[in-house]
C-alpha cells in the first residue's frame, strides 16, 4: 500500500487542492473521491502516475469550486483561507511557502475556477501547459493566455515587499505581547499606519463582518480585546508557511496572520470561524 503512486504523492496532491480550495477540509474531501476514482483505474493505462493523479485532483477541485461558489457568496461576512499548522520547514521553500499564505490565498480567491488552475499549476508546481490544458480541457494556446491573464491578476494584488521570516517573527512576537497587555500606545506601534484588518467569524462567533481600515481604529479596536475577557493567551506559531499566532479569548481560538512592510503589520487576517480551526493541533503536509 504505501508504494501505491496515491500515498507517495499525497502531500504533493493535498497542496494542489488546498492551493484551489482555499480550504483543507474541502482539499480532504477531493483526495477521498481521487483515490476511490483511482483505485478502479487500469494502472496498465497509465503512463505517468503523479501526472495522472495531479490532473484528476485539478478537475475534483474545479468541480469542487464551482459547487461552492454559492454558498461562499452566501457567507456571513469576509471569507479566509482554512489556516494550517505547519513546520518552519515550509518556509525553506520560499515559493511553496508564499503560495500558500494566508496573504496569496485570499488574493487567488479573486480569481475565477479555470484561471485559478492554471495559475497554481503552471506558477506554482511548473506544469508543462500541455498536461494543464489536459487537465482543464482547453488548447494549449488558450492555457497560456489565461495564465498570463491570471499572472497580471496576482501581481497586482500580490503582497509588494517580501521580508525575512526572522523580521515576521519579530513583529509577530512584538504584536502579541502589545495584545496581552492591551497597551495602545504598543500597538499602534506595531501597526502601519494604514492597516488593514479582515476578520472571518462565519456568523458562529463574533466577528467584524468588512475589512476595517487604519491603526486609529485597528489600535482601539484590539485593546479593548484584553480589557473585555477574563484570559487571553496567545503563542507564536507556524502557519501557513510564516510566523502567526493563535490567541485563545477565554478559551476561544482566533488564529492571526499578517502581512509585515517596514517592521509593521500592513494587514491583520483574523480567522475566528471553529470550522476552520479543527486543524491547530496537526502539522500539515505540504510540498511540490
Do not use: C
Request: glycine residues 6%.
Amino acid at each position: 500500500m504505501t508504494d501505491d503512486p496515491f500515498v507517495t504523492h499525497r502531500s504533493l496532491l493535498f497542496t494542489v487542492a488546498y492551493e484551489m480550495l482555499g480550504s483543507a477540509a474541502d482539499a480532504e474531501d477531493v483526495l477521498q473521491e481521487t483515490w476511490l476514482r483511482w483505485a478502479d483505474v487500469d494502472r496498465s493505462q497509465v503512463r505517468e502516475a503523479r501526472a495522472y493523479l495531479v490532473r484528476a485532483v485539478t478537475r475534483q477541485s474545479l468541480n469542487r469550486l464551482r459547487t461552492l461558489a454559492r454558498s461562499r457568496e452566501d457567507y456571513v461576512g469576509e471569507w479566509l483561507p482554512e489556516p494550517l499548522l505547519t513546520s518552519p520547514d515550509v518556509a525553506e521553500d520560499i515559493e511553496l511557502a508564499e503560495s500558500v499564505s494566508i496573504a496569496m490565498l485570499t488574493v487567488l480567491e479573486t480569481l475565477g475556477p479555470v484561471e485559478r488552475a492554471v495559475f497554481v499549476l503552471r506558477e506554482v508546481f511548473e506544469m508543462p501547459y500541455g498536461e494543464i490544458a489536459e487537465a482543464i480541457g482547453k488548447s494549449p494556446a488558450a492555457v497560456r493566455q489565461i495564465g498570463r491573464r491570471a499572472r497580471e491578476h496576482v501581481a497586482a494584488r500580490r503582497p509588494r515587499v517580501r521580508v525575512s521570516r526572522a523580521e515576521q517573527r519579530a513583529v509577530v512576537d512584538r504584536f502579541l505581547a502589545a495584545l496581552r497587555t492591551g497597551t495602545l500606545q504598543d500597538l499602534m506601534e506595531v501597526l502601519a499606519p494604514d492597516v488593514v484588518l479582515v476578520a472571518d467569524g462565519g456568523g458562529r462567533v463574533s466577528a467584524v463582518l468588512a475589512p476595517v481600515h487604519g491603526a486609529d481604529v485597528v489600535a482601539p479596536m484590539l485593546a479593548r480585546a484584553q480589557q473585555v475577557v477574563d484570559a487571553l493567551e496567545t503563542t507564536t506559531v507556524w502557519l501557513n508557511g510564516e510566523p502567526a499566532g493563535l490567541v485563545a479569548f477565554d478559551g476561544v481560538p482566533a488564529a492571526l496572520s499578517v502581512e509585515v512592510a517596514d517592521g509593521r503589520i500592513t494587514r491583520l487576517y483574523v480567522v475566528r470561524n471553529p470550522e476552520k480551526l479543527t486543524r491547530m493541533d496537526v502539522l500539515a503536509e505540504l510540498s511540490r
